[in-house]
């Protein structure tokens, strides 16, 4: 079960994102907030992080959303156990459904594994 009050548990958004989220609306930022606690649910049956930042990753090159989205769901992956070239699989596969989006996904992937 999700909480939402003051016992909810803390959000996996980085901070700077979250800030970012609220300096928009902060109405938005708890949404988001929100969002972020309902798609981490852990246990059996369920995805791994590194799992669930690989199929977000693959939602971002989708939808072309390489810019905030995209950093955090690759530091997750990352973060996750995932190898640099894990990670460059996964854009890999997305190629076959969209070599220009992948393409695009490469260069925000290149620049930001240049910061990481």
Known sequence: ???TGPDAAPSPLPA???AQADE???HFGEYLRLQS???SVSGPGTLTVRERAFATMSVDVH???LEESFEVHVRR???AGATEQDVRAVLRFNAQFG???AW???KALNALLVTA
């Open 77 to 79: 992956a990352l973060g």
């Open 104 to 106: 695009r996904a490469w």
């Open 63 to 65: 939808y072309q959303t």
């Open 99 to 101: 070599t220009t989006r």
């Open 1 to 3: 079960m999700l909480s």
């Open 16 to 18: 700077h994102v979250a």
């Open 24 to 26: 928009l609306d902060p």
């Open 37 to 39: 606690r309902m798609r």
